[in-house]
């Protein structure tokens, strides 16, 4: 099963805050792990990829994966009104391409200024 | 600029017409992919293409057919057989099929009436 959670929300914040998103997965053969943001009307945009777990940091962003636990996370420091977007988390076993690629069906997330 | 360019960006078609979605890319990219995205649903997987002249079919590609002769090149055809046509289309493409994240275009939104 290549099932993907990801809670839709939204979930809006003030500005300033630190954003957590969230996703869990079934599948124990995932090991690559991407989190893409959407504007709106917009395509995907690539903001993290990691492999296996552990913590990756980039700017304001890091994403963390727990695979004893099958979750995944992007924190979002020092949260800005140009964050809001739709964040899909995605992941594969085989790390690129789209066979065996799932993705989450997206986060809503307002940043209030 | 190296990117993915989706044209048109709105495209608007009667029921029963063909209609041919555009999708090019200059990152001298491998692998080429095609998604639907519909509300609530997140993003299907339609076809995509390892190399030049070969292509597999995603989990949806009753309704649709493509072509690859041009390794820049991916463009998508919504047939008439296409039962609700009407979505955002979204291009993908990736350094090659294992190894490497997808990187997406802005978008067609179809609408067929």
């Known amino acids: 099963q290549k099932e993907v959670e990801q809670d839709p929300g939204p979930l809006s914040v003030p500005e300033g805050a630190i954003v957590s998103l969230n996703c869990t997965y079934s599948n124990s053969a995932f090991q690559y792990f991407m989190w893409y943001r959407q504007y709106s009307r917009k395509g995907p945009e690539l903001l993290m990829y990691?492999?296996?777990?552990g913590n990756k940091e980039d700017g304001r962003f890091t994403a963390q994966v727990d695979k004893s636990s099958k979750y995944i996370s992007l924190f979002i420091r020092d949260s800005q009104p140009s964050d809001s977007a739709t964040y899909l988390c995605a992941m594969s076993d085989s790390g690129g391409g789209a066979d065996g690629l799932t993705f989450g069906k997206g986060t809503h997330l307002i940043i209030q200024p | 600029d190296g990117g993915i360019t989706q044209s048109p960006k709105y495209l608007f078609r009667k029921e029963g017409q063909n209609v041919t979605l555009s999708c090019e890319q200059n990152?001298?990219?491998?692998?080429m992919y095609w998604y639907r995205q519909d509300p609530g649903q997140g993003l299907r997987l339609i076809y995509y293409s390892q190399i030049v002249n070969d292509f597999q079919k995603g989990d949806i590609a009753e309704g649709y057919s493509v072509s690859r002769e041009k390794k820049e090149s991916f463009p998508l055809t919504v047939t008439s057989a296409q039962k609700n046509p009407t979505a955002f289309y979204l291009c993908?493409?990736?350094?090659?099929?294992?190894?490497?994240?997808?990187?997406f275009g802005n978008g067609t939104r179809l609408t067929v009436t």
């Open positions: 990691t492999y296996s777990s």
């Open positions: 993908a493409s990736s350094l090659s099929q294992t190894d490497s994240p997808l990187h």
């Open positions: 990152l001298n990219h491998d692998a």
